[in-house]
């Protein structure tokens, strides 16, 4: 039985072989081809499919070829790339071939037994209502048959994709900087070193091989645990500062010997370098960046979380920049407006090249007391319903509650106080609530943090 829970807002995500399996994923290709068909004006829509390093992801490429054949479209093997390179295929022709569309086949940074399917076509993300409706399709019509026809064109997006990094950024040859990598065994390393190589860059690399067992560590690099390996080569004098991957290197961590610096920051630091930029954040930015921003001649935008959401955003406003806290970063400027986290390597080495001090410009900002994202566990059936409740609640909050200023529901509920802000909202991936909490007071901090997550409680109840 083909589950519903699959289709998310941002993409199409399970456990494989449970609710991954064979025929579930031949449907997808199948129904999803159609859709293809229906919003593309061409003859015979090919469709780029690439896929990150876990063990199942070769499987699931079969089946997804045969349902995508089986519906009259052409497929394009990729073989394993960084999504980045998955998503640069959108762009670019192979042997008079321009893909109508590309599918990432990815767990991101869920366990090792995950995997999934972020999808473009026409160089759009296709997500929200697109996929619900998708997923209606394919439970009304989950009995089809479908007869096996894996038949694919070998294509070579890795090769372009390095000319193409390596052009863009000639001028950071024999950078002077010696910086280390921690790839977590994901598909960063499919083409990040070989570019490092083609610039003659001094840099030391963990943990690059892609391995979808993930033995060294869970490739999620906002989660601190993960970056302990990173952090004890940097305490050795050979390295200036780091980068680390999520497993499909769509996520990017930055690290200097002082800060872990968070896309937020990372954004405070690119817009510094543009002209008057319009920079988009999720509900999870730091006020510090929309203040900075918007008083330096910009123009900061705050919008839903999610990778989809920003894309789409970044387009409808013309935008030179958009951010997540986690380190999604998506460049307009100078680039395609999606996420990729090789690509923001390059530019935040760019920022050093130019002589940017990261850790004096970051200890020029304004002192804020922030927790990293607390999680809350609840379910997929309950968790939205909690911030339906949580909403009420806040129309009439208790007596010892802090001061409200202004409450932002543009992505589940941001309450702004008297210095600072506290947001709780339920995340489109995973079954818990993000809550995560700011202010100029760090005892205003905590006791923000206190008090929603009294009312948590009580919209629980």
Known sequence: MVKKSIFREYDIRGIVGDELNEQTVKLIGYFLGLRIYEQMDCCVPYVAIGYDARTHSPE?????????????????????????????SNYHTFDGITPSASIMITGSHNPGEYNGFKITIDKKPFFGQDIYALGDSIIANQTKVIYDNPEHKVIDVKTPYIDYIVNQFSHLKGLNHKFIVDCGNGVADTVLTTIFDKLALKYGALYAEPDGSFPNHHPDPSDEHNLEDIKEELKKDEYEFGFAYDGDADRIAFLTKKNNVKGDIMAILFAKTMKNPTVIGEVKCSQIMYDIINSSGGKAVMYKTGHSNLKVKLKELHADLACEVSGHVFFADRYFGYDDAVYATFRLLELIANGMDIDKEISQLPVVYSTEELKVKTTEEVKFAIIDKLKELLKNPPSDFPKIKDIIDVDGVRVIFEDGWGLVRASNTTPILVTRFESTNKDNAALYEKKLNELISEAKK
């Not at 089946?63 to 089986?70: F, H, T």
């Open 60 to 88: 699931l490429f079969e089946y997804l070829a045969i349902g995508l054949n089986a519906s009259g479209c052409k497929v394009l093997n990729m073989g394993m790339v960084a999504t980045g390179v998955n998503y640069f």
